[in-house]
């Protein structure tokens, strides 16, 4: 059975950094794309980014310059969110998620809190 961890999660102040990692245990084959979403009380989960299988990334216009996103090049199950410039509204509970052909599968979720 595949499941996705999250780690890197915590308390940091506004300005901060912090690194998020997923990494899937199990066996799975042909992951397409993997990415990040929050989700901040209240409001609905958003996609913060996203990374496909030959490196192409995409991200949500409000984390834009902040956040890079990348997989691990040794452990190919592994993705990370580098967030940095942490701001108050970046606090949310982050969500890893795999696309692969069949399945779609999430993580448990990490909180991440930016106090001022």
């Known amino acids: 059975q595949v499941q996705l961890v999250e780690s890197g999660g915590g308390l940091v102040q506004a300005g901060g950094s912090l690194r998020l990692s997923c990494a899937a245990s199990?066996?799975?084959?042909?992951?397409?794309?993997m990415g990040w979403y929050r989700q901040a009380p209240g409001k609905q989960r958003e996609l913060v980014a996203t990374?496909?299988?030959?490196?192409?990334?995409?991200y949500a216009d409000s984390v834009k310059g902040r956040v890079t996103i990348s997989r691990d090049n040794v452990f190919k199950n592994t993705v990370y969110l580098q967030m940095n410039s942490l701001k108050l509204e970046d606090t949310a509970v982050y969500y890893c998620?795999?696309?692969?052909?069949?399945?779609?599968?999430w993580g448990q979720g990490t909180q991440v809190t930016v106090s001022s």
């Open positions: 998620k795999f696309w692969t052909g069949p399945y779609d599968y």
């Open positions: 199990g066996s799975i084959r042909s992951i397409n794309v």
């Open positions: 990374i496909t299988s030959g490196g192409s990334t995409n």
